[in-house]
Protein backbone atom coordinates (compact mmCIF):
# COMPACT_ATOMS: atom_id res chain seq x y z
CA UNK A 1 0.00 0.00 0.00
CA UNK A 2 1.03 3.85 0.05
CA UNK A 3 1.57 5.64 2.65
CA UNK A 4 -0.09 9.76 2.73
CA UNK A 5 1.41 11.83 5.75
CA UNK A 6 -0.97 14.43 6.41
CA UNK A 7 1.54 17.64 7.65
CA UNK A 8 -0.12 20.66 6.60
CA UNK A 9 -1.48 21.77 9.90
CA UNK A 10 0.03 25.28 11.40
CA UNK A 11 0.51 23.90 14.92
CA UNK A 12 -0.05 27.69 17.20
CA UNK A 13 -0.30 26.33 20.14
CA UNK A 14 3.68 25.21 20.17
CA UNK A 15 4.26 29.01 19.79
CA UNK A 16 7.15 28.52 17.65
CA UNK A 17 8.32 29.92 14.23
CA UNK A 18 8.59 26.63 12.57
CA UNK A 19 6.41 23.87 11.43
CA UNK A 20 5.05 21.64 14.41
CA UNK A 21 6.51 18.58 12.59
CA UNK A 22 10.10 19.46 12.44
CA UNK A 23 10.04 19.72 16.33
CA UNK A 24 12.25 17.15 17.94
CA UNK A 25 11.77 13.78 19.93
CA UNK A 26 15.00 12.37 21.66
CA UNK A 27 16.94 13.97 18.88
CA UNK A 28 14.63 13.19 15.78
CA UNK A 29 12.50 15.38 14.13
CA UNK A 30 8.64 14.55 14.44
CA UNK A 31 7.95 13.82 11.03
CA UNK A 32 10.93 11.53 10.43
CA UNK A 33 9.61 9.81 13.21
CA UNK A 34 6.13 9.03 10.85
CA UNK A 35 8.18 8.95 7.62
CA UNK A 36 10.71 5.94 9.05
CA UNK A 37 7.39 4.35 9.97
CA UNK A 38 5.28 4.51 6.80
CA UNK A 39 8.55 3.40 4.68
CA UNK A 40 7.60 -0.16 6.51
CA UNK A 41 4.84 -0.16 4.18
CA UNK A 42 5.31 1.25 1.30
CA UNK A 43 6.05 4.72 -1.62
CA UNK A 44 5.27 7.36 1.02
CA UNK A 45 3.83 11.04 0.33
CA UNK A 46 3.87 14.07 2.54
CA UNK A 47 1.25 16.51 2.52
CA UNK A 48 2.57 19.75 3.25
CA UNK A 49 1.45 23.68 3.75
CA UNK A 50 2.37 25.76 6.82
CA UNK A 51 6.19 26.36 5.97
CA UNK A 52 6.25 24.16 3.28
CA UNK A 53 9.70 24.77 2.04
CA UNK A 54 10.85 23.63 5.88
CA UNK A 55 8.92 20.92 5.92
CA UNK A 56 10.45 19.77 2.93
CA UNK A 57 14.31 20.33 3.79
CA UNK A 58 14.04 17.42 6.27
CA UNK A 59 12.29 14.50 4.06
CA UNK A 60 14.67 12.10 2.11
CA UNK A 61 14.20 12.30 -1.91
CA UNK A 62 12.16 9.30 -1.88
CA UNK A 63 9.60 11.26 -0.29
CA UNK A 64 6.78 12.85 -2.60
CA UNK A 65 5.50 16.17 -1.02
CA UNK A 66 1.78 17.70 -2.47
CA UNK A 67 1.20 21.44 -1.38
CA UNK A 68 -2.07 22.04 0.24
CA UNK A 69 -2.48 26.23 0.39
CA UNK A 70 -4.70 27.27 2.20
CA UNK A 71 -5.27 24.23 4.82
CA UNK A 72 -9.11 23.32 4.29
CA UNK A 73 -9.41 20.38 6.73
CA UNK A 74 -7.99 16.40 5.96
CA UNK A 75 -10.49 16.06 3.77
CA UNK A 76 -8.47 18.62 1.16
CA UNK A 77 -5.64 17.58 2.31
CA UNK A 78 -6.02 14.10 0.71
CA UNK A 79 -7.10 16.03 -2.39
CA UNK A 80 -4.56 18.20 -3.02
CA UNK A 81 -2.60 14.84 -2.77
CA UNK A 82 -4.99 13.23 -5.26
CA UNK A 83 -1.93 12.20 -8.12
CA UNK A 84 -0.31 10.21 -5.32
CA UNK A 85 -3.03 7.90 -5.05
CA UNK A 86 -3.83 4.80 -6.95
CA UNK A 87 -6.25 2.94 -8.34
CA UNK A 88 -5.56 -0.58 -7.48
CA UNK A 89 -3.35 0.33 -4.08
CA UNK A 90 -4.31 0.94 -0.59
CA UNK A 91 -3.94 3.99 1.07
CA UNK A 92 -2.45 4.14 4.69
CA UNK A 93 -3.22 8.01 6.07
CA UNK A 94 -1.21 8.98 9.13
CA UNK A 95 -0.27 12.31 11.00
CA UNK A 96 2.94 14.16 10.54
CA UNK A 97 2.40 14.70 14.45
CA UNK A 98 1.56 11.51 15.74
CA UNK A 99 5.00 9.89 16.18
CA UNK A 100 4.61 7.15 18.36
CA UNK A 101 2.71 4.63 16.12
CA UNK A 102 4.03 1.10 16.36
CA UNK A 103 4.44 -0.95 13.10
CA UNK A 104 2.48 -3.90 14.88
CA UNK A 105 -0.79 -1.18 14.93
CA UNK A 106 -0.48 -0.87 11.33
CA UNK A 107 -0.15 -4.18 10.83
CA UNK A 108 -3.16 -4.92 12.36
CA UNK A 109 -5.30 -2.62 10.58
CA UNK A 110 -3.70 -3.87 7.42
CA UNK A 111 -4.83 -7.07 8.39
CA UNK A 112 -8.57 -6.47 9.41
CA UNK A 113 -8.63 -3.93 5.84
CA UNK A 114 -7.69 -7.21 4.18
CA UNK A 115 -9.31 -9.49 5.82
CA UNK A 116 -12.94 -7.96 5.39
CA UNK A 117 -11.85 -6.66 2.00
CA UNK A 118 -12.74 -3.29 3.00
CA UNK A 119 -12.99 0.30 1.08
CA UNK A 120 -11.99 1.97 4.91
CA UNK A 121 -10.88 1.05 7.98
CA UNK A 122 -10.68 2.86 11.04
CA UNK A 123 -8.34 3.10 14.25
CA UNK A 124 -10.12 3.78 16.88
CA UNK A 125 -9.72 4.21 20.87
CA UNK A 126 -11.54 4.49 23.65
CA UNK A 127 -10.90 8.42 25.70
CA UNK A 128 -10.96 9.54 28.82
CA UNK A 129 -11.97 12.64 27.62
CA UNK A 130 -13.36 12.60 23.91
CA UNK A 131 -13.60 16.10 23.75
CA UNK A 132 -12.46 18.04 20.18
CA UNK A 133 -12.11 14.07 18.94
CA UNK A 134 -14.51 12.66 16.18
CA UNK A 135 -16.88 10.37 17.30
CA UNK A 136 -17.58 6.91 16.05
CA UNK A 137 -21.36 6.39 15.20
CA UNK A 138 -22.77 2.90 15.09
CA UNK A 139 -26.16 2.58 13.45
CA UNK A 140 -27.80 -0.08 11.93
CA UNK A 141 -24.47 -1.49 11.18
CA UNK A 142 -23.22 1.29 9.54
CA UNK A 143 -20.43 3.52 10.67
CA UNK A 144 -19.96 6.84 10.61
CA UNK A 145 -17.70 9.99 12.16
CA UNK A 146 -19.26 13.02 13.96
CA UNK A 147 -16.74 15.51 14.47
CA UNK A 148 -17.21 17.41 18.37
CA UNK A 149 -18.11 20.13 17.19
CA UNK A 150 -21.19 19.06 14.74
CA UNK A 151 -22.28 16.44 17.25
CA UNK A 152 -24.91 16.54 19.09
CA UNK A 153 -25.57 16.13 23.19
CA UNK A 154 -26.25 12.14 22.64
CA UNK A 155 -23.02 11.90 20.04
CA UNK A 156 -21.03 13.81 22.34
CA UNK A 157 -21.45 11.16 25.38
CA UNK A 158 -19.67 8.00 22.94
CA UNK A 159 -16.13 7.92 24.02
CA UNK A 160 -15.13 5.67 21.00
CA UNK A 161 -13.32 8.44 18.79
CA UNK A 162 -11.55 8.15 15.70
CA UNK A 163 -7.69 8.45 15.84
CA UNK A 164 -7.37 10.06 12.45
CA UNK A 165 -5.39 6.97 11.15
CA UNK A 166 -7.23 4.74 8.25
CA UNK A 167 -6.93 2.52 5.68
CA UNK A 168 -8.69 3.65 2.47
CA UNK A 169 -9.06 1.67 -0.90
CA UNK A 170 -7.24 3.75 -3.71
CA UNK A 171 -10.27 2.92 -5.67
CA UNK A 172 -12.97 4.29 -3.33
CA UNK A 173 -10.78 7.18 -2.03
CA UNK A 174 -10.50 8.58 -6.06
CA UNK A 175 -14.50 7.85 -6.53
CA UNK A 176 -15.16 9.89 -3.73
CA UNK A 177 -12.50 12.42 -2.34
CA UNK A 178 -14.13 14.93 -4.89
CA UNK A 179 -17.79 15.08 -3.29
CA UNK A 180 -16.38 15.86 0.26
CA UNK A 181 -18.65 19.09 1.32
CA UNK A 182 -17.78 21.38 3.65
CA UNK A 183 -21.22 22.64 5.15
CA UNK A 184 -20.53 21.85 8.97
CA UNK A 185 -19.95 24.12 11.82
CA UNK A 186 -16.24 24.24 11.01
CA UNK A 187 -16.60 25.00 7.22
CA UNK A 188 -13.59 22.26 6.60
CA UNK A 189 -13.66 19.38 4.13
CA UNK A 190 -13.68 16.59 6.52
CA UNK A 191 -11.45 13.48 5.81
CA UNK A 192 -14.15 11.71 7.94
CA UNK A 193 -17.48 12.39 5.87
CA UNK A 194 -15.92 9.44 3.39
CA UNK A 195 -16.38 6.83 6.35
CA UNK A 196 -19.71 7.18 6.37
CA UNK A 197 -20.04 6.80 2.01
CA UNK A 198 -18.64 3.45 2.49
CA UNK A 199 -20.18 -0.01 2.37
CA UNK A 200 -17.59 -2.09 3.52
CA UNK A 201 -15.78 -0.02 6.43
CA UNK A 202 -14.66 -1.84 10.12
CA UNK A 203 -13.22 -0.30 13.01
CA UNK A 204 -9.87 -1.42 14.77
CA UNK A 205 -9.66 -0.69 18.62
CA UNK A 206 -6.76 0.33 19.87
CA UNK A 207 -5.35 -0.51 23.76
CA UNK A 208 -2.15 1.53 24.03
CA UNK A 209 -3.50 5.18 23.56
CA UNK A 210 -0.07 6.85 23.93
CA UNK A 211 0.27 5.29 20.04
CA UNK A 212 -1.80 7.73 18.79
CA UNK A 213 -1.40 11.07 21.26
CA UNK A 214 -0.63 14.09 19.33
CA UNK A 215 1.59 16.51 19.59
CA UNK A 216 -0.14 20.42 20.14
CA UNK A 217 2.03 22.27 22.68
CA UNK A 218 5.82 22.01 24.15
CA UNK A 219 4.36 20.60 27.55
CA UNK A 220 2.86 17.35 25.14
CA UNK A 221 5.89 17.14 23.27
CA UNK A 222 8.01 16.68 26.54
CA UNK A 223 6.06 13.77 27.65
CA UNK A 224 5.88 12.12 24.60
CA UNK A 225 9.71 12.56 24.46
CA UNK A 226 9.45 10.60 27.92
CA UNK A 227 7.41 7.86 27.06
CA UNK A 228 9.40 7.22 23.93
CA UNK A 229 12.64 7.45 25.74
CA UNK A 230 11.13 5.00 28.40
CA UNK A 231 10.06 2.52 26.02
CA UNK A 232 14.01 2.68 23.85
CA UNK A 233 16.06 2.53 27.19
CA UNK A 234 13.54 -0.50 28.21
CA UNK A 235 14.17 -2.77 24.59
CA UNK A 236 17.68 -1.98 25.27
CA UNK A 237 18.25 -3.20 28.53
CA UNK A 238 15.92 -6.48 27.80
CA UNK A 239 18.28 -6.91 24.83
CA UNK A 240 21.67 -6.90 26.88
CA UNK A 241 22.54 -3.72 27.46
CA UNK A 242 23.29 -2.17 31.15
CA UNK A 243 21.46 1.20 31.62
CA UNK A 244 23.25 2.52 34.74
CA UNK A 245 21.15 5.13 35.48
CA UNK A 246 17.96 5.17 33.18
CA UNK A 247 16.29 8.76 34.27
CA UNK A 248 19.67 10.37 32.87
CA UNK A 249 20.04 8.64 30.00
CA UNK A 250 18.84 9.67 26.54
CA UNK A 251 18.73 7.13 23.66
CA UNK A 252 17.30 7.73 19.74
CA UNK A 253 15.51 5.58 17.98
CA UNK A 254 18.01 4.92 15.63
CA UNK A 255 20.50 3.52 18.03
CA UNK A 256 21.32 0.14 17.97
CA UNK A 257 24.22 -1.02 20.90
CA UNK A 258 25.67 -4.22 21.21
CA UNK A 259 25.06 -7.04 24.46
CA UNK A 260 27.22 -6.19 27.65
CA UNK A 261 27.59 -2.49 26.97
CA UNK A 262 27.60 -0.47 29.56
CA UNK A 263 25.76 3.00 29.14
CA UNK A 264 27.03 5.10 32.34
CA UNK A 265 25.02 8.17 33.85
CA UNK A 266 24.37 11.67 31.85
CA UNK A 267 24.50 9.82 28.21
CA UNK A 268 22.85 11.01 25.05
CA UNK A 269 23.47 8.99 22.50
CA UNK A 270 21.21 10.19 19.07
CA UNK A 271 21.63 9.64 15.12
CA UNK A 272 22.06 7.03 13.27
CA UNK A 273 24.78 5.53 15.81
CA UNK A 274 25.60 2.02 16.25
CA UNK A 275 27.97 0.72 18.78
CA UNK A 276 29.29 -2.49 19.33
CA UNK A 277 29.58 -5.24 22.14
CA UNK A 278 31.57 -4.84 25.73
CA UNK A 279 31.79 -0.95 24.87
CA UNK A 280 31.79 1.45 28.06
CA UNK A 281 30.37 5.00 27.22
CA UNK A 282 29.94 7.80 29.50
CA UNK A 283 29.48 9.19 32.34
CA UNK A 284 28.78 12.54 30.66
CA UNK A 285 29.17 11.54 27.45
CA UNK A 286 27.65 12.55 23.87
CA UNK A 287 27.73 10.55 20.93
CA UNK A 288 25.57 11.56 17.53
CA UNK A 289 25.70 9.49 13.87
CA UNK A 290 28.68 7.71 14.35
CA UNK A 291 30.09 3.63 14.17
CA UNK A 292 31.37 2.52 17.13
CA UNK A 293 33.32 -1.12 17.26
CA UNK A 294 33.40 -3.87 19.73
CA UNK A 295 35.68 -3.08 23.36
CA UNK A 296 35.92 0.77 22.66
CA UNK A 297 35.78 3.28 26.35
CA UNK A 298 34.46 6.83 25.44
CA UNK A 299 34.50 8.85 29.12
CA UNK A 300 33.15 12.37 29.20
CA UNK A 301 34.14 12.98 26.06
CA UNK A 302 31.84 14.34 22.43
CA UNK A 303 32.02 12.03 19.67
CA UNK A 304 29.90 13.47 16.04
CA UNK A 305 29.91 11.95 12.88
CA UNK A 306 32.81 9.75 13.49
CA UNK A 307 34.08 5.92 12.77
CA UNK A 308 35.94 3.89 16.42
CA UNK A 309 37.23 1.00 15.31
CA UNK A 310 37.75 -1.58 18.09
CA UNK A 311 39.17 -1.98 21.36
CA UNK A 312 40.04 2.23 21.46
CA UNK A 313 39.57 4.23 24.11
CA UNK A 314 38.37 7.66 24.19
CA UNK A 315 38.81 10.40 26.97
CA UNK A 316 38.41 11.92 29.60
CA UNK A 317 37.07 15.42 27.98
CA UNK A 318 38.07 14.36 24.47
CA UNK A 319 35.85 16.00 21.22
CA UNK A 320 35.84 13.88 17.96
CA UNK A 321 34.59 16.10 15.27
CA UNK A 322 32.52 14.78 12.09
CA UNK A 323 35.06 12.68 9.56
CA UNK A 324 37.27 11.38 12.46
CA UNK A 325 38.13 7.79 12.10
CA UNK A 326 40.00 6.17 15.07
CA UNK A 327 41.69 2.84 13.72
CA UNK A 328 42.41 -0.28 16.34
CA UNK A 329 43.59 0.30 19.71
CA UNK A 330 43.59 3.67 19.50
CA UNK A 331 43.68 5.95 22.25
CA UNK A 332 42.57 9.33 22.51
CA UNK A 333 43.37 11.31 25.78
CA UNK A 334 42.21 14.33 28.00
CA UNK A 335 41.15 17.80 25.73
CA UNK A 336 41.77 16.16 22.27
CA UNK A 337 40.12 17.25 19.64
CA UNK A 338 39.88 15.61 15.78
CA UNK A 339 38.48 16.50 13.02
CA UNK A 340 38.75 14.94 9.65
CA UNK A 341 41.38 13.14 10.48
CA UNK A 342 42.70 9.16 10.43
CA UNK A 343 44.33 7.67 12.99
CA UNK A 344 46.33 4.53 12.75
CA UNK A 345 45.70 1.44 14.59
CA UNK A 346 47.89 1.53 18.02
CA UNK A 347 48.13 5.46 17.66
CA UNK A 348 48.20 7.94 20.58
CA UNK A 349 47.43 11.61 21.49
CA UNK A 350 46.56 11.36 24.77
CA UNK A 351 47.01 15.14 26.39
CA UNK A 352 46.21 18.57 24.77
CA UNK A 353 46.00 18.02 20.82
CA UNK A 354 44.37 19.41 18.04
CA UNK A 355 44.52 16.84 15.07
CA UNK A 356 42.75 18.57 11.91
CA UNK A 357 42.66 16.98 8.26
CA UNK A 358 45.70 14.91 9.55
CA UNK A 359 46.44 11.20 8.26
CA UNK A 360 48.07 9.65 10.77
CA UNK A 361 50.00 6.51 10.26
CA UNK A 362 50.04 3.48 12.82
CA UNK A 363 51.92 2.99 16.09
CA UNK A 364 52.84 7.11 16.14
CA UNK A 365 53.24 8.67 19.29
CA UNK A 366 51.58 12.35 19.78
CA UNK A 367 53.02 14.63 22.12
CA UNK A 368 51.24 16.91 24.95
CA UNK A 369 49.95 20.18 23.18
CA UNK A 370 50.62 19.14 19.64
CA UNK A 371 48.99 21.59 16.96
CA UNK A 372 48.46 20.49 13.35
CA UNK A 373 47.91 24.31 11.91
CA UNK A 374 45.66 23.24 8.82
CA UNK A 375 44.17 26.91 8.04
CA UNK A 376 45.93 30.03 7.46
CA UNK A 377 42.77 32.14 7.13
CA UNK A 378 41.95 31.24 3.95
CA UNK A 379 41.91 27.63 3.65
CA UNK A 380 42.61 24.70 5.46
CA UNK A 381 45.81 22.37 4.58
CA UNK A 382 46.72 19.00 5.47
CA UNK A 383 49.21 16.80 7.37
CA UNK A 384 50.23 13.82 7.05
CA UNK A 385 52.43 11.68 9.72
CA UNK A 386 54.10 8.33 8.73
CA UNK A 387 53.97 4.79 10.54
CA UNK A 388 55.99 4.90 13.99
CA UNK A 389 56.84 8.58 14.40
CA UNK A 390 57.43 10.62 17.24
CA UNK A 391 56.13 13.88 18.13
CA UNK A 392 57.42 15.74 20.31
CA UNK A 393 55.29 17.80 22.65
CA UNK A 394 54.29 21.03 22.42
CA UNK A 395 55.23 20.78 18.10
CA UNK A 396 53.43 22.90 15.61
CA UNK A 397 52.80 21.16 12.47
CA UNK A 398 52.41 23.74 10.20
CA UNK A 399 50.22 22.05 7.18
CA UNK A 400 50.43 21.43 4.38
CA UNK A 401 53.20 19.15 5.92
CA UNK A 402 54.55 15.61 5.81
CA UNK A 403 56.18 13.83 8.91
CA UNK A 404 58.17 10.91 7.06
CA UNK A 405 57.91 6.99 9.13
CA UNK A 406 59.65 6.46 12.03
CA UNK A 407 60.99 10.25 12.41
CA UNK A 408 60.79 12.59 15.58
CA UNK A 409 60.09 16.14 16.05
CA UNK A 410 62.00 17.78 19.25
CA UNK A 411 59.50 19.02 21.52
CA UNK A 412 58.37 22.72 21.28
CA UNK A 413 58.96 22.61 17.42
CA UNK A 414 57.37 24.30 14.83
CA UNK A 415 57.48 22.02 11.70
CA UNK A 416 56.91 23.85 8.25
CA UNK A 417 58.79 21.74 6.03
CA UNK A 418 58.61 17.52 5.30
CA UNK A 419 60.56 15.65 7.47
CA UNK A 420 62.19 13.01 5.81
CA UNK A 421 61.61 9.37 7.09
CA UNK A 422 64.05 8.09 10.10
CA UNK A 423 65.22 11.73 10.61
CA UNK A 424 65.13 14.25 13.45
CA UNK A 425 63.56 17.46 13.00
CA UNK A 426 64.05 20.52 14.96
CA UNK A 427 62.89 23.73 14.54
CA UNK A 428 63.10 26.14 17.89
CA UNK A 429 65.61 28.29 19.04
CA UNK A 430 68.59 26.56 20.55
CA UNK A 431 69.35 26.96 24.25
CA UNK A 432 71.24 30.01 25.78
CA UNK A 433 73.53 29.52 29.25
CA UNK A 434 74.49 32.13 30.96
CA UNK A 435 76.20 30.60 34.00
CA UNK A 436 75.69 33.05 37.53
CA UNK A 437 73.26 35.44 36.02
CA UNK A 438 70.14 34.43 38.27
CA UNK A 439 72.14 34.82 41.39
CA UNK A 440 73.66 38.12 39.95
CA UNK A 441 70.31 39.60 39.52
CA UNK A 442 69.14 38.87 43.16
CA UNK A 443 71.53 40.82 44.24
CA UNK A 444 71.28 43.49 42.04
CA UNK A 445 67.31 43.48 43.23
CA UNK A 446 68.41 43.23 47.08
CA UNK A 447 70.14 46.27 46.67
CA UNK A 448 68.33 48.00 45.41
CA UNK A 449 65.38 47.47 48.05
CA UNK A 450 68.26 48.38 50.70
CA UNK A 451 68.41 51.91 49.50
CA UNK A 452 64.87 52.82 48.99
C1 LIG B 1 -9.07 15.01 13.13
C2 LIG B 1 -10.31 14.21 12.80
C3 LIG B 1 -10.97 13.72 14.10
C4 LIG B 1 -9.96 12.90 14.91
C5 LIG B 1 -8.71 13.72 15.16
C6 LIG B 1 -7.66 12.87 15.83
C7 LIG B 1 -11.14 15.24 10.77
C8 LIG B 1 -12.16 16.11 10.17
N1 LIG B 1 -11.22 15.04 12.07
O1 LIG B 1 -9.44 16.12 13.92
O2 LIG B 1 -12.09 12.91 13.78
O3 LIG B 1 -10.56 12.49 16.13
O4 LIG B 1 -8.17 14.18 13.91
O5 LIG B 1 -6.60 13.68 16.19
O6 LIG B 1 -10.32 14.73 10.07
N2 LIG B 1 -4.10 18.70 8.47
C9 LIG B 1 -3.70 19.04 7.21
N3 LIG B 1 -4.46 19.92 6.49
C10 LIG B 1 -5.60 20.45 6.97
C11 LIG B 1 -6.02 20.10 8.28
C12 LIG B 1 -5.24 19.22 9.00
O7 LIG B 1 -2.67 18.59 6.72
O8 LIG B 1 -6.24 21.24 6.25
C13 LIG B 1 -3.27 17.76 9.24
C14 LIG B 1 -2.71 18.41 10.50
O9 LIG B 1 -1.44 18.95 10.26
C15 LIG B 1 -2.65 17.25 11.46
C16 LIG B 1 -3.79 16.34 11.01
O10 LIG B 1 -4.09 16.71 9.69
O11 LIG B 1 -1.45 16.52 11.35
C17 LIG B 1 -5.01 16.45 11.91
O12 LIG B 1 -5.45 17.77 11.97
P1 LIG B 1 -6.15 18.34 13.27
O13 LIG B 1 -6.65 19.70 12.96
O14 LIG B 1 -5.28 18.13 14.42
O15 LIG B 1 -7.34 17.32 13.45
P2 LIG B 1 -8.86 17.61 13.63
O16 LIG B 1 -9.41 18.11 12.35
O17 LIG B 1 -9.06 18.40 14.83
CA1 LIG C 1 -9.00 21.00 12.99
Redesign the pocket.
Known amino acids: MKVLI ?6 KRMKSKYP ?2 VHKILGKPMINWVVDLAKNFGEVGV ?1 V ?2 KAEVVKGYLSDDVKTYL ?1 E ?8 VMCAKEFISENEDLLVL ?4 PLLSKETIEMLRNEHEEKNNQVTVLTFIAENPA ?3 RIVRTDGKIR ?1 V ?2 KDASEEEKKINE ?4 IYIFSGKFLLENIENLKNNNA ?1 G ?6 LVGMAERVSTVLLEDILE ?1 S ?1 V ?1 DRVQLAELESIARERILKKLMLSGVTIVDPVSTFIGPDVEIGMDTIVHPFTIIEGKTKIGEDCEIGPYTHIADSTIGKNVKVIRSEVEKSIIEDDVSVGPFSRLREGTVLKEKVKIGNFVETKKSIIGKNSKAQHLTYLGDATVGENVNVGAGTITCNYDGYKKYKTFIGDGAFIGSNSSLVAPVKIGKGAITGAGSVITEDVPDDALALGRARQVIKEGWAMKKREEMKNADNKE
Do not use: M, R, W
Open positions: LAAGLGKVVGHQPQLGTGHAYGDVGYGIEDVNSGQEYYLTDVGN
